[in-house]
């Protein structure tokens, strides 16, 4: 099947093409902070009446996830490092997920944070980690819709039955991933791996979105130059904390760019390298689909991805179609038991054989990449050995609920998985409107 082009600006992050040919509903997500309600399913840590950890349900509205621990930390008087969380979250949403505390849990259950509710709190002997977390439900509405009425309504119809006939949607990293005001991440990521910091510090401060306020664009503008701006932190408008994190430091430390970075929150450090694994992940996906390669079919020298114990695909242990197992392949792909993958390419990385080796030495060759680039001793946070990962993902119990101009999607997808890149099937729309 040819793909359909994408129509929006999401192709500067590899996203290049749609499954579906369906016109797409148009329309805006996250109008309002409720009409993006996530809530984890999760494996939570055993109870134990005397262990060391609060375990609790918190659900925030409009809270991006650095900063909600950030905050956290403060109202408790700990350390972000002692509290514990299975996966981030979209900052314009309602979101309810599991969280360690390693406090008192009367102290937990006062917590008095705007717009953030804690409950269900019981003990633990281990924290809360990333791996605990197995899917999210959404519930999500679309208004604004330039399609109306029963048209609203046929499109929705077509885009579902196109994508129940792949078995899901392309499993792109959505424009989370990079910033959906500024798509910056990735472009940190790649002058963190080639050693070069200034760049990165530059690109993280002085690239202004015209979605910014006038104060913000000022002061990026003003920081082409960050080196001992003692000067702007008096100036720095809300929201810029990170960007003073980084300023502060070189005011004190002129040209010490790595030290700076390292200043940053260790998950945002891991995610600039972890986004630019994406971009060349979404890269190569776009040129399966745009080769009419299968996404939902293997072919020999690709590598699938069986699925584990809790439904989730095992990523550490590909295994290689080849002319004598090709067969069962298919039939475990068939039957939803494994998933052909694609490269996210690090300093341990397996390349496929086939047409598939081909397109994904063709990405790395294109970004000048080698393994070493990928182990970052000045930020070793930044070390990334690389995986693979499912290029089709699945959609559980979803169902439609159309309106004159329009409608609401309720769905489920295993961890990683990116629910604008369903939506952005049904919807066509610009970036800034995910």
């Known amino acids: 099947m040819v793909p359909s082009p994408c129509r929006s600006d999401e192709d500067s992050i590899g996203l290049e093409f749609y499954h579906s040919e369906s016109a797409g509903s148009g329309g805006r997500i996250k109008v309002e902070p409720d009409d993006f309600i996530v809530e984890e399913i999760s494996d939570h840590p055993p109870p134990k009446e005397d262990g060391a950890y609060a375990i609790a349900k918190v659900t925030s509205r409009n809270w991006e996830m ?14 972000r490092n002692r509290i514990g969380f299975a996966g981030t979250k979209d900052k314009r949403a309602l979101t309810s997920q599991l969280m360690s505390f390693e406090v008192a849990d009367e102290d937990l259950l006062a917590l008095d944070v705007k717009d953030v509710v804690v409950e269900d709190v019981y003990r633990a002997a281990r924290p809360v980690r990333i ?9 999500v509405t679309v208004r ?28 792109y990293f959505g424009v989370q991933r990079f910033g959906v005001t500024r798509p910056i991440t990735h472009l940190v990521g790649k002058h963190i791996v080639r050693g070069d910091f200034r760049e990165a510090v530059l690109c993280y401060l002085s690239h202004p979105s015209p979605y910014e306020s006038d104060e913000q664009r000022w002061v990026r503008e003003e920081l082409r130059d960050p080196d001992g701006r003692r000067d702007l932190l008096g100036d720095f408008p809300p929201g810029l904390n990170f960007e003073r994190t980084l300023v502060e430091h070189l005011a004190h430390r002129p040209g010490d760019y790595a030290g700076s970075l390292r200043q940053l929150p260790d998950n945002l450090q891991m995610m600039f390298v972890h986004a630019y694994q994406s971009y060349i992940f979404n890269r190569i996906l776009s040129e399966r689909m745009r080769r009419g390669l299968p996404l939902d079919r293997p072919l020999r020298g690709d590598l699938v991805l069986t699925i584990g114990e809790k439904r989730v695909p095992i990523h550490e242990r590909p295994v290689p179609v080849t002319e004598a197992n090709i067969d069962l392949v298919e039939d475990q792909v068939s039957q939803g038991k494994a998933f052909v993958s694609a490269l996210l390419f690090g300093s341990d990385s397996r390349f496929a054989d086939g047409d598939m080796g081909g397109i994904e030495r063709g990405a790395v060759e294109a970004e000048g990449l080698s393994p070493d680039h990928f182990m970052v001793p000045e930020m070793p946070r930044c070390n990334s050995r690389g995986s693979r990962r499912e290029m089709l993902c699945p959609v559980g119990e979803l169902s439609i609920d159309a ?13 990683g998985n990116y629910a604008t890149c369903l939506l952005r099937e049904f919807m066509k729309s610009g970036m800034t409107d995910y």
């Open 66 to 79: 650095n900063r909600l621990v950030r905050q956290l930390s403060r109202a408790l008087r700990i350390s």
């Open 131 to 139: 791996g605990d977390l197995i899917a999210n439900r959404f519930d």
């Open 144 to 171: 604004e819709c330039r399609l109306s009425g029963d048209g609203l309504a046929a499109d929705l119809e077509r885009t579902r039955a196109e994508l129940g006939e792949l078995g899901g949607f392309p499993n």
């Open 403 to 415: 309106g004159h101009d329009s409608y609401r999607l309720s769905f489920s997808l295993s961890k």
